[in-house]
């Protein structure tokens, strides 16, 4: 029997000591509008195997499994034993050793007590997909948990009554299963006073294709057991197909196992009243008359509230436009308030739409006047483009002027180049050219001539490409040292140790480093061909290559510009390629046209001026100055060009 804990009678313990709580609702008093929802708990299936497993699963029905020494024995004891789990097995083998042979009662031999430990012995696992693959082991389990949920309803019955009380709705694939909470007063009385109901759950497995009857249930709510407030809170196990009744004052089930946590009958009944001598005692007559004297006021005080009742509703419907008037003054004055407020808020909107106004007329005033100035200095702007496009246009024109002279210029100085250093080709030889006389050939054969003679015109070479990256503004990536036969190029750009300038002449140095220069030479030659648009076919061919530099950059239409003369004016009187004669500058703009004709008639005496080297493709007469050489093929030849 449950005994209390102290003064509290809400809490009681059972008789395994355990500390639950009292329900509220006596048995008595349980009725089905205090039924709130239902709940199923360890659901268990029947089964639907036509072959019932006759025989115990062991790891003995396995013909491969492990026959240890402590098994051999236990067999031959004839000691049936169930199998142990993996997690039993945690003994070391040597106990089992012991205690069979206690069991066996078999004397222990020397050669027994000096056998060494075997290792642990491990039980070899039951099952054959334990190596399988995380996908198949998920397979696995799906299937044993599949075959044990299934789709859940329950319906409840009442007594005389054909139709169910109640269907609750279907939850699917669940072991325990809750269903949606629910009340019974909507039924009526005369269904939520009973105190007697039937529940019947409707299950339908996953190779079921209809639902069956899983359990039915008759019960008197008398008979429920209180286990506590919240079902988790609840440790009790519960039994397979377990109905849990939730009521208004906890939770309840049916199982028999639990023993009952109801206190005694005396803790709500009244005493028993004593009987003296086979007579009960009554009430007096003065008590039962004062009795009927308190019930005759109690009349006569409920006639009197019902005759003042009546009274005030006849005053009230009399005077009813009275208080209606009353009522209306609140209202009026409500009323007032609210308008009050109204003429305040806007008021407070107009005084902030004026002043708004005000901001947007000033706002609008000064966008005015900066339309204004915008206007003025648009105008004003309109005025200085019509100046700045003729300004434009004469300034366009004045480079295109500029542009031609510069050409000119450069086809003055290239002309003048070709006549200082004469490339000239070597009769009945394909890609044979000299330049100043001196014979070169491509890179890849130079060791067929002379070795001064090849340095020689190597440096000729690197003083012309010297002078053309200084004439068209093209700065040389491999710059070149001109010193006549002893010329060098730098390489500043490869990584490479050591030395960076390389010798353009063979005698003492090393032929590696000769032959990389003049390879840096020819690159210098295709730069300056790529600036002017022309695609080198062959760089090994070095004079060629300049050749047809020059023969570009020479060519134009028109006649060549005149050089300017300053300096010195005498030098201009006797000078040795006319050609390179300046156009008048501001210094010697009196005495241009002097100079100009002592330098015709300076030229007709040496034999050559004058005549005329023919027309050019373009049909325009070009009339350049022969070059009268008195300096030997060298150098000398380039000290009176600017």
């Known amino acids: 029997m449950p005994t209390t804990i102290g003064n509290d009678a809400s809490l009681y313990v059972d008789i395994k000591g355990l500390r639950r709580d009292r329900s509220w609702l006596l048995p008595s008093n349980r009725k089905l509008r205090h039924l709130q929802g239902l709940a199923l708990r360890n659901l268990a299936l029947p089964s639907t195997s036509p072959h019932s497993r006759r025989t115990t699963t062991d790891d003995e029905s396995l013909p491969q499994s492990w026959k240890s020494p402590a098994k051999l024995v236990a067999q031959r004891e004839h000691k049936i034993e169930h199998s142990r789990s993996s997690n039993d097995l945690k003994a070391h083998p040597s106990t089992n050793f012991e205690a069979i042979k206690e069991d066996s009662h078999q004397p222990e031999t020397k050669s027994e007590r000096s056998r060494p430990n075997i290792s ?3 039980r070899r696992s039951t099952l054959n997909w334990v190596g399988a693959s995380p996908n198949v082991r998920q397979k696995k389990l799906e299937d044993v948990t599949g075959g044990r949920m299934a789709d859940t309803w329950f319906s409840l019955h009442s007594a005389n009554v054909e139709e169910p009380v109640y269907l609750s709705e279907v939850i699917e694939k669940a072991m325990n299963p809750s269903f949606r909470s629910f009340d019974l007063n909507a039924c009526g009385p005369h269904i939520s006073r009973r105190d007697e109901v039937t529940v019947k759950f409707w299950a339908k497995g ?4 209809d639902y069956s009857l899983l359990v039915e249930l008759q019960l008197h709510l008398k008979s429920l057991q209180f286990i506590g407030k919240t079902l988790e809170n609840f440790y009790h196990p519960l039994p397979p197909n377990c109905i849990v009744f939730f009521l208004s004052d906890g939770v309840y089930t049916n199982f028999t196992d639990l023993p009952s946590d109801e206190p005694p009958a005396r803790a709500y009944l009244a005493p028993p009243k004593l009987i003296e001598n086979g007579v009960q005692r009554t009430s007096s007559y003065d008590a039962l008359m004062r009795l009927s004297t308190l019930d005759d006021c109690i009349q006569d005080a409920l006639l009197t509230r019902e005759n003042l009742a009546s009274q005030i509703n006849s005053i009230l419907k009399d005077h009813q436009s009275a208080f209606e008037s009353v009522q209306g003054v609140g209202q009026s004055h409500e009323s007032l308030a609210s308008t009050k407020r109204a003429g305040v808020a806007v008021k407070k909107q107009l005084k902030s739409a004026i002043k708004n106004r005000a901001d947007l007329r000033t706002c609008l005033d000064a966008r005015r006047d900066a339309m204004r100035n915008g206007i003025r200095a648009q105008e004003s702007a309109q ?3 019509s100046g700045a496009a003729a ?12 542009t031609e002279a ?7 100085v290239c002309e003048d180049l070709m006549h200082i250093y004469p490339i000239e080709p ?7 050219f000299t330049i100043c006389g001196l014979p070169l050939p491509n890179s890849s054969a130079l060791d067929t001539v002379d070795e001064e003679s090849v340095a020689a015109a190597l440096g000729f070479i690197a003083h012309l490409i010297y002078l053309l990256s200084f004439y068209l503004c093209v700065p040389l990536p491999y710059p070149v040292q001109p010193h006549l036969s002893t010329s060098l190029i730098r390489d500043p750009i490869s990584l490479m140790p050591g030395q960076r300038t390389f010798p353009l002449y063979l005698k003492g140095n090393a032929q590696y480093r000769f032959d990389y220069a003049v390879f840096l030479l020819n690159k210098d030659i295709e730069l300056l061909m790529s600036k002017q648009g022309l695609k080198v076919l062959d760089l ?3 004079l060629p290559n300049l050749k047809y530099l020059l023969y570009v950059l020479a060519a134009g239409n028109g006649e060549l510009p005149l050089r300017k003369i300053g300096g010195i004016k005498a030098l201009g009187v ?4 006319p050609t390179l004669s300046r156009q008048e500058s501001e210094e010697s703009v009196d005495r241009g046209g002097e100079v100009r004709s002592r330098l015709e008639i300076e030229g007709r005496n040496r034999g050559g001026i004058g005549k005329g080297r023919g027309k050019t493709g373009d049909g325009e007469q070009r009339f350049p100055l022969k070059v009268q050489r008195n300096l030997s093929p060298g150098m000398s030849g380039l000290q009176e060009v600017s």
């Open 206 to 209: 996953r190779s079921a294709d």
């Open 383 to 385: 005025d200085y483009l």
């Open 540 to 542: 090994r061919h070095t």
């Open 406 to 412: 510069i050409h000119g210029q450069r086809r003055r």
């Open 574 to 577: 006797g000078i040795i390629t």
């Open 391 to 402: 300004k434009l246009k004469d300034c366009g024109s004045l480079a295109d002027t500029n």
């Open 120 to 122: 642990r012995l491990r």
């Open 426 to 432: 070597i009769p009945h030889k394909s890609l044979a």
